[in-house]
């Protein structure tokens, strides 16, 4: 009998949706079936060596009982309406926007980091939040460092591509001639912070299990297409050399350390899973500080990868139960 899982992909048609699609294809699951908006149902898109026609995500399709699992990536208010009807009728749902990522109770799994808690979610209602596109490669990154030296102090600089804005701004982007290029804050304003520094912290938090680590952020969209780049300084509680620290993050799942010459690149981070680290230095203004610098591929180990090795937990762990 064919044990692949029945895969509804919501908000197929997006920036994220799109590299998601391409992921599973990759990995060979059969059964997908894309979702949208009205707006875009019916169009066909490319799956593999076919193509799947676009159905309208609403609610009566979602919940009607026939996918094992939905990987979500519209915004967070189609979320909130679309998530608990598809998770009602019985399907794991892993969620990209920010709907239920510091919602007490809810798992924000970066499996490299704390994938044994995305298996609280098979306890509960099957929902996981998959955390922000920055948040992502920076735990990748921070997770070995605290549990080798203890975390003190973050800060980050971050340096982020348009494609976090979703597929009309990278449309906007293309269309746009060089000399207009700019670098913008272009996220709500919560008093004197972005909301996307303050999720990068509070989400940072929740995934390391670090409630009080005092971080700051300030987040910065730069015009480049694809790839996410983010400055970093630790402040540690015991003194790491930045040799050490290279070898730890040597060692770390999904990094990759570049040495002088070479350094990390939106470019040279695009369209590879790996997040690429490179930099690492004493921090000459901080006691036992370092300093380094990533990139990452923001749609996909910062979105569609991080989400389908979520669901792949799930599914191994629900085929594990069911054996
Ligand atoms: N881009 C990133 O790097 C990134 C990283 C992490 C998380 N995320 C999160 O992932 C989500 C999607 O981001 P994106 O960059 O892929 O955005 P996007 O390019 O604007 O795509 C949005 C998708 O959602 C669909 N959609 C919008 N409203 C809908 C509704 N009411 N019902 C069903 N589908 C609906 C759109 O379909 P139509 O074609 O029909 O309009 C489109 O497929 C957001 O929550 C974002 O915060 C993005």
């Not at 070898?247 to 350390?257: D, G, I, K, T």
């Not at 036992?288 to 990533?294: E, I, Q, R, V």
């Amino acid at each position: 009998m064919d044990s692949q899982p029945r895969i509804g992909i919501v908000g197929a048609t997006g920036a994220v949706g799109t590299i998601t699609l391409r992921l599973l294809a990759e990995r060979g699951y059969e059964h997908v079936r894309a979702f949208a908006s009205a707006r875009s149902a019916g169009t066909a898109l490319p799956y593999g060596d076919r193509s799947l026609v676009v159905e309208e995500a609403t609610l009566e399709a979602l919940g009607a009982g026939d996918v094992d699992l939905f990987l979500f990536s519209v915004g967070t208010s189609a979320s909130r309406e679309l998530v608990p009807v598809a998770a009602g009728a019985g399907a794991l749902c892993v969620d990209k926007s920010s709907a239920y990522r510091l919602v007490d109770g809810y798992p924000l799994v970066v499996p490299e980091v704390n994938g044994r808690r995305a298996l609280e979610a098979l306890e509960r209602d099957g929902i996981v939040a998959n955390p922000n596109c920055c948040t992502i490669p920076l735990t990748c990154v921070l997770k070995p460092l605290h549990d080798e030296a203890g975390l003190g102090r973050v800060r980050v600089s971050t340096y982020q591509s348009v494609s976090g804005a979703g597929a009309q701004r990278m449309d906007a982007l293309a269309r746009e001639a060089p000399v207009e290029h700019d670098l913008v804050m272009d996220w709500a304003w919560e008093g004197d912070e972005s909301d996307e520094e303050s999720k990068l912290r509070a989400e940072t938090r929740k995934i390391l299990e670090l409630p009080d680590l005092p971080i700051s952020a300030t987040c910065v969209r730069v015009p480049v297409m694809v790839g996410h780049s983010e400055a970093v300084w630790v402040e540690l509680e015991r003194r790491l050399t930045p040799e050490d620290a290279a070898e730890l993050l040597r060692e770390a799942p999904s990094v990759r350390v570049l040495d002088l010459p070479s350094f990390p690149t939106p470019a040279a981070a695009a369209d590879i899973d790996d997040v690429l680290v490179g930099r690492i230095r004493r921090d000459t203004a901080a006691e036992n500080g370092l300093a380094l610098y990533l990139s990452s591929d923001n749609l996909r180990k910062g979105a569609a990868l991080n989400a389908i090795q979520i669901a792949e937990l799930l599914l191994d762990s629900v085929a594990a139960a069911r054996a």
